[in-house]
T-cell receptor, first 114, second 110 residues
Framework: ETGVTQSPTHLIKTRGQQVTLRCSSQ?????VSWYQQALGQGPQFIFQ???????GRGNFPPRFSGLQFPNYSSELNVNALELDDSALYLC?????????????FGPGTRLTVT | QKEVEQNSGPLSVPEGAIASLNCTYS??????FFWYRQYSGKSPELIMF????GDKEDGRFTAQLNKASQYVSLLIRDSQPSDSATYLC??????????FGAGTTVTVRA
């Protein structure tokens, strides 16, 4: 167990709806990154939050947005859901000042869009 | 955008043998290299990281890095059935954004 928690575990939504996924980082970790993992592929970087600011973004459209709170927990919001958004959404936290950039993943949220 | 390629699987090895996993990356600025293990239906678990050329050993796992060749590998010695999983190679630069390969699935035959 990494100490990173995510909720909910599973979610089923309809195309066009909106969804919010939540992540609590490991104690003492101030950086949170979100990834999307489609079946049979490696995780794809969505964005990263550091001290409540977006600190980089991958190749995802603006309907993917996020927040980080003062306690370093984070949310991922996806608007106007599409069928291709069906995936495992992973949150990872990183300790401060770690030059190796280790990231520790939570259990993930499995999103199904029908 | 960093490109990360892993040898295509699946890789099947007998119990007790060595499993060898390979990974190449395109960005010469990459600084840190990671191996994650992912069991079916679970999230990735960090098993090794390396950021200097050479070998790094941790138990039955050895990571090898050659920055000149832009190549990183993972050896699993004395493979056990519990090692059956997908192994993901990941790299990053001077930030915390990881780029992953597609993974290599390993099956250890009892």
């Amino acid at each position: 167990e990494t100490g990173v928690t995510q909720s909910p575990t599973h979610l089923i939504k309809t195309r066009g709806q909106q969804v919010t996924l939540r992540c609590s980082s490991q104690s003492g970790h101030n950086t949170v990154s979100w990834y999307q993992q489609a079946l049979g592929q490696g995780p794809q970087f969505i964005f990263q939050y550091y001290r409540e600011e977006e600190n980089g973004r991958g190749n995802f459209p603006p309907r993917f947005s996020g927040l980080q709170f003062p306690n370093y927990s984070s949310e991922l919001n996806v608007n106007a859901l599409e069928l291709d958004d069906s995936a495992l959404y992973l949150c990872a936290s990183s300790p401060p000042g770690d030059p190796a950039g280790e990231q520790y993943f939570g259990p993930g949220t499995r999103l199904t869009v029908t | 955008q960093k490109e990360v390629e892993q040898n295509s699987g699946p890789l099947s090895v007998p119990e007790g043998a060595i499993a060898s996993l390979n990974c190449t990356y395109s960005d010469r600025g990459s600084q840190s290299f990671f191996w994650y293990r992912q069991y079916s239906g679970k999230s990735p678990e960090l098993i090794m990281f390396i950021y200097s050329n050479g070998d790094k050993e941790d138990g039955r796992f050895t990571a090898q890095l050659n920055k000149a060749s832009q190549y990183v590998s993972l050896l699993i010695r004395d493979s056990q059935p519990s090692d059956s999983a997908t192994y993901l190679c990941a790299v990053n630069g001077d930030d915390y954004k990881l780029s992953f390969g597609a993974g290599t699935t390993v099956t250890v035959r009892a």
